[in-house]
């Protein structure tokens, strides 16, 4: 079984840089294809980015130019490099990992806050 656990959350303010950790255990992330969510209060989840095993990247286009996805093999570990940030990037930020024969095992971590104030 996976386990993934987020950190790196907190306040910041607007126009300022945040990262976002995600580390895993029981999986090896560079054989998952890994995505970042986020949900909002009130809002439902929306997905922010994904990178694939090979390495491909996307993201949404509300964090398009100012989010970058990343992964420390060695570490096991996702991350998401949040610069620029608006107050609307406000949320609970998840990282999602679906790993295995076509993808079909899928774990999430429980999520960090990240809020950032005008």
């Known amino acids: 079984q996976g386990t993934l656990v987020e950190s790196g959350g907190g306040s910041v303010q607007a126009g300022g840089s945040l990262k976002l950790s995600c580390a895993a255990s029981?999986?090896?992330?560079?054989?998952?294809?890994m995505d970042w969510y986020r949900q909002a209060p009130g809002k439902e989840r929306e997905w922010v980015s994904t990178i694939t095993s090979d390495g491909t990247t996307s993201y949404a286009d509300s964090v398009k130019g100012r989010f970058t996805i990343s992964q420390a093999n060695a570490k096991n570990t996702l991350n998401l490099q949040m610069n620029s940030v608006k107050t609307e990037d406000t949320a609970v930020y998840s990282c999602a990992a679906a790993c295995g024969f076509l993808y079909l095992n899928h774990y999430w971590g429980q999520g960090t806050q990240v809020t950032v104030s005008s």
């Open positions: 029981g999986v090896i992330i560079r054989y998952c294809r």
